[in-house]
């Protein structure tokens, strides 16, 4: 199957995840090359990662990852 898309399709990637692998395996699967960033080599910076929330209409607590991590530790919360 090949796909065309009028946008060009980029993924954060973590090759370690099995859920970021996943992701890129069903982008693929789709006909769509993907730019894959490894953003444990290459972090985005903050003006990336601004305008990327930005696009997706959210705010940086809202796609935090909790699994795994000391959030709830933390006491953090997603505030409305």
Not at 17 to 28: D, E, K, V, Y
Not at 29 to 52: D, F, N
């Amino acid at each position: 199957m090949n796909v065309t898309t009028e946008w060009p399709v980029t993924i954060y990637h973590n090759p370690e995840c099995g859920t970021s692998r996943n992701t890129q395996a069903l982008i693929r699967h789709a006909g769509i090359e993907p730019t894959v960033i490894e953003y444990l080599k290459t972090p985005p910076s903050r003006e990336t990662l601004l305008h990327l929330f930005g696009e997706a209409m959210l705010r940086p607590r809202e796609v935090l990852r909790r699994k795994g991590t000391p959030y709830t530790e933390l006491g953090w919360r997603i505030r409305a």
